[in-house]
Every structure is written in structure tokens, then in C-alpha cells.
Nanobody
Framework: QLSLVQSGGELVQPGGSPRLSCQTA????????IGWFRQSPGKEREGIVC????????WYEDSVKGRFTIPKDDAAKTVYLEMNSLNLEDTGLYYC?????????????????????WGQGTQVTVSP
């Protein structure tokens, strides 16, 4: 699915704070859980942050908790991933995704790497 359009790749040094965007191209954000996923080199894709479209509760993967947040602009139908204090292990291909709120929980979305719509991915490379 190419319903979600993500911003371009980022080349950052350790400690950097890039901001990724995800344009939903007509999808109404209020109807969906929102998730960001990462595929690190040599590893499977995993959920790193998922936010509930029902009550706004947020689940974070341990390695990003306290460093990553998911702002959104409902009017612009755009979600963001704000990343802070990046380290070398944050390098990977990042995907945004939407999951209809009535089908699964946001925690299940992250745990099972399941969604109804996916972005094309954004490469984030952290290098000194």
C-alpha cells in the first residue's frame, strides 16, 4: 500500500534530532491507530511507537522510550516522528503505518507489526 507518503532520508550524527513526516493522503487520522516501525540492518521490522486512535495512549519500545514522540496534525492529515539523542543503533529503515481503530489495539499493532496502510519507508543513518 502506498497511501502514506513519507519524507526523505536523513543522514545525522550521534546526538542528532531529525523529524520524519508521514502524509496520509486523504485518510482521516481520527479513525486510526498510528504506528512507527523500524527495520535495523540484519533484523526484522519491529514496532517502536504506536498511539491509540481511541484514547491517545502510547506504547514505546524500550530503546526509544523518552527519546521519540509522535506529534500529529489532524487538519493536514500528517503524522510525525520526532527523534532525539540518536545513537548508532537507531540506524534503520523507518515506516509509518495506520491501523483502523476498531480492528486491533495499538499495542497489538506494534507487537504484531500489523497495519492496514503503510508508508514507503524512510532511511535514517546515524554515523559519526
Amino acid at each position: 500500500q502506498l497511501s502514506l507518503v513519507q519524507s526523505g532520508g536523513e543522514l545525522v550524527q550521534p546526538g542528532g534530532s531529525p523529524r520524519l513526516s508521514c502524509q496520509t493522503a486523504g485518510l482521516t487520522l481520527e479513525y486510526y491507530h498510528i504506528g512507527w516501525f523500524r527495520q535495523s540492518p540484519g533484523k526484522e521490522r519491529e514496532g517502536i511507537v504506536c498511539i491509540s486512535g481511541i484514547d491517545g495512549a502510547i506504547w514505546y519500545e524500550d530503546s526509544v522510550k523518552g527519546r521519540f514522540t509522535i506529534p500529529k496534525d489532524d487538519a493536514a492529515k500528517t503524522v510525525y516522528l520526532e527523534m532525539n539523542s540518536l545513537n548508532l543503533e537507531d540506524t534503520g529503515l523507518y515506516y509509518c503505518a495506520l491501523s483502523f481503530r476498531g480492528i486491533r489495539t495499538h499495542q497489538e499493532m506494534c507487537a504484531t507489526v500489523s497495519a492496514d496502510y503503510w508508508g514507503q519507508g524512510t532511511q535514517v543513518t546515524v554515523s559519526p
